[in-house]
C-alpha cells in the first residue's frame, strides 16, 4: 500500500538540465555578469551545486546552453509569427518584423543577458559555437524571407545574404537602443523605421 506521503517524482535528466537553464537565465537577467556563480545559479534552481557540473560539465558550457535556449526562442517566436501571416512573401517578412518589436523580442529585461553572452563570444568557444548556430538560423529564416519577397515581386538582389545582415544589423541596433533607453523611440517607430528599409530594397538598395 502507498504511504500517505510518496517521495515526489524525481526530475528527469532533461527537466534537470531545463531548471538550471532557466535558473541561469533569471541570475543573468537580475545580475547581469555577477550571475555566472555556480553557487547563485544552484541555488535558484533549487538544487545543490555539484549538479550544474553533472549535468553540463562546466559553467561555461551552462551559460553557452542559456544563450542558445534564448536564441532559439526569438528564432522560434518568430517563425511562428511569420507562419501565421500565411504564404504571401510580402506579409510573411512584414510579419516577421512585427514579431521582432513585439513585447517577448522587446524586452529591456533581456538586455542584461544578451551582453553578457555577446561579452563571451570571442574568449568562450562553447558560447562562440552557440552564437554561431542561433545566429545562422536567424540569419536563413530572414534570407529566405527576402529572397522570396524578390521572386513574388520581380526585383532583383545581388546578393540576398548581405542584405539580410543589413537588416538584422538594424534590427539589432534599434533593439539595443530601445532596451537602453526606451524614450529614445517607440516600438511602433522601430517597425515604421524597419519597412522603410525594406521599402528601399525593393528599389534596388541590395541590386
Known amino acids: 500500500m502507498d504511504s500517505p506521503r510518496q517521495k515526489a517524482r524525481r526530475a528527469t535528466p532533461e527537466e534537470r538540465r531545463e531548471d538550471l537553464v532557466r535558473a541561469c537565465l533569471k541570475c543573468l537577467v537580475a545580475d547581469g555578469h555577477a550571475g555566472i556563480s555556480v553557487r547563485r545559479i544552484a541555488r535558484e534552481a533549487g538544487v545543490a551545486v555539484g549538479l550544474v557540473n553533472h549535468h553540463f560539465g562546466s559553467i561555461e558550457a551552462l551559460v553557452a546552453q542559456a544563450y542558445e535556449s534564448l536564441a532559439a526562442g526569438v528564432t522560434q517566436s518568430l517563425r511562428e509569427s511569420v507562419a501565421a501571416a500565411g504564404p504571401d512573401p510580402a506579409a510573411r517578412l512584414d510579419a516577421f518584423l512585427v514579431g521582432s518589436f513585439s513585447p517577448g523580442v522587446l524586452d529591456p529585461d533581456l538586455l542584461s543577458p544578451w551582453v553578457v553572452f555577446w561579452s563571451l563570444i570571442r574568449h568562450s568557444t562553447p558560447v562562440n559555437d552557440a552564437h554561431e548556430r542561433g545566429y545562422r538560423a536567424y540569419l536563413q529564416l530572414l534570407e529566405g524571407l527576402i529572397t522570396d519577397l524578390a521572386r513574388s ?54 541590386a
Request: glycine residues 12%; proline residues 4%; negative net charge.
Open 153 to 206: 515581386e520581380g526585383f532583383a538582389i545581388a546578393n540576398p545574404r548581405l542584405a539580410s545582415i543589413g537588416l538584422s544589423a538594424m534590427l539589432d541596433g534599434l533593439w539595443l537602443e530601445w532596451c537602453l533607453n526606451p524614450t529614445t523611440f517607440s516600438a511602433e517607430d522601430g517597425l515604421q523605421l524597419s519597412r522603410h528599409w525594406v521599402e528601399g530594397l525593393r528599389r534596388g538598395a541590395y
